[in-house]
Every structure is written in C-alpha cells, then in structure tokens.
C-alpha cells in the first residue's frame, strides 16, 4: 500500500535485483525479493559431487577483505553505505561522530587488525567532523587512507581535499559506481 512498495522495488532495482509479489484473495501475500551475490573470487569455486544438480561451494575465500569505518551521523547514510560495501565484498563498521572513529581506529590498529579505509562526514552535527577526525587519525597512523564525504561540494574540503590530508572526496549523494571506483582508486594508491 502507498509508497512502501514503490521504495523497496526502487532500492532492490538500484542493487541489480528484482521484486515480485504474489497476492489471492482470502490466501494472503507472498513477496519475493531477489538480490544477486557476490563470490569474491569465482574460479575457486567446486562442485560438491558430479551430480548436475548440485550447487558449488566455496573452497576458498580470500585472507584479506578489506576493512572499512564510515563515519556519519545520518543513520540512513550509513545504512546505504553498508550496504554498498558489503555488497563489493568489504567489512564495515560504523562511527555517529569523530571521537568514536578516533577510538574505534586507535583499537582497530592495536588489534592488529587496522582499517584499510575510512570515509569521514565532513559535518557532523553536536560532534567532531571529519576533518578534525583525520587530522587525530593521522597522528595514529600517518597512512590512513581517509575519504571525505559532504553534501556541501563547494567547501574548500571537499574541492582540495589532499591539502587536508584526504585521498579522495565523495559528494553526497553518491551512488554504488561512485562509491566503489572510490574505493578501489584509494586502495589501490600505494602513496
């Protein structure tokens, strides 16, 4: 009813996925969501058995996936943002403001199990925002590979933000494309 419908076959469609439902009357609803999912590396797959109709299963996966904080105060933002990552095969956490990603990354680090990449808010409401938030991250480890992410694309940040620090910038909204080229661009990036 309304636009809930509307949205989810929106959201699904923009992942590369399908919606179809099914209704009778007196009997009920059924709704089917497809979505596709992603095998990190195809050619390590193997049948189970020789039978036909058995499905492959994983053998192997990779050692390393990379490690992701996003940074926003926009539950939405980060929502879609997990989303989009993990769907290209990342592991992501997540921080509402800037002293929570300093502690998360300072722990992450300690750990041995640093992040590969953040992607920091510009603004943050009532809290630290990205900028101040890399400049601390930067004193934890002089290689963060930090995006800034901003609604505000005329800020001098986001316009020249490898003067502050950064490796890349996102303009919000960004969509999946954006969002994975940045990323990939970024980890590539040996400085």
Same mark, same amino acid.
């Given at each position: 009813?309304?636009? /809930?419908?509307?949205?989810?076959?929106?959201?699904?469609? =923009?992942?590369? /996925?399908?919606?179809?439902?099914?209704?009778?009357?007196?009997?009920?609803?059924?709704?089917?969501?497809?979505?596709?999912? #992603? $095998?990190?590396?195809?050619?390590?797959?193997? &049948?189970?058995?020789?039978?036909? @109709?058995?499905?492959?299963?994983? !053998?192997?996966?990779?050692?390393?996936?990379?490690? !992701?904080?996003?940074?926003?105060?926009?539950?939405?933002?980060?929502?879609?943002?997990?989303?989009?990552?993990?769907?290209?095969?990342?592991?992501?956490? +997540?921080?509402? =403001? /800037?002293?929570?990603?300093?502690?998360?990354?300072?722990?992450?680090?300690?750990?041995?199990? &640093?992040?590969?990449?953040?992607?920091?808010?510009?603004? #943050?409401? @009532?809290?630290?925002?990205?900028?101040?938030?890399?400049?601390?991250? #930067?004193?934890?480890?002089?290689?963060?590979?930090? $995006?800034?992410?901003?609604?505000?694309?005329?800020?001098?940040?986001?316009? =020249? +933000?490898?003067?502050?620090?950064?490796?890349?910038?996102?303009?919000?909204?960004? @969509?999946?494309?954006?969002?994975?080229?940045?990323?990939?661009?970024?980890?590539?990036?040996?400085?």
């Amino acid at each position: 009813m309304g636009l /809930g419908l509307t949205i989810c076959h929106s959201i699904i469609k =923009n992942h590369g /996925g399908a919606i179809a439902v099914k209704s009778q009357e007196a009997s009920g609803t059924t709704v089917t969501i497809y979505l596709p999912t #992603i $095998i990190a590396e195809q050619k390590k797959l193997a &049948p189970e058995s020789d039978h036909p @109709n058995t499905r492959p299963s994983i !053998v192997h996966l990779p050692s390393s996936i990379p490690k !992701v904080l996003v940074m926003d105060d926009e539950k939405m933002i980060l929502d879609i943002a997990g989303q989009i990552l993990r769907r290209f095969g990342y592991t992501v956490e +997540f921080s509402t =403001n /800037g002293d929570e990603a300093v502690d998360m990354y300072k722990k992450a680090v300690t750990s041995g199990d &640093p992040f590969d990449a953040v992607i920091l808010d510009l603004t #943050i409401r @009532n809290g630290m925002g990205g900028r101040k938030t890399l400049e601390k991250l #930067i004193k934890i480890d002089t290689h963060v590979k930090g $995006i800034v992410s901003s609604g505000y694309s005329d800020d001098p940040v986001i316009t =020249n +933000f490898k003067a502050y620090g950064f490796r890349a910038a996102l303009a919000k909204p960004y @969509n999946m494309q954006q969002l994975r080229e940045t990323m990939e661009k970024i980890l590539r990036d040996e400085e």
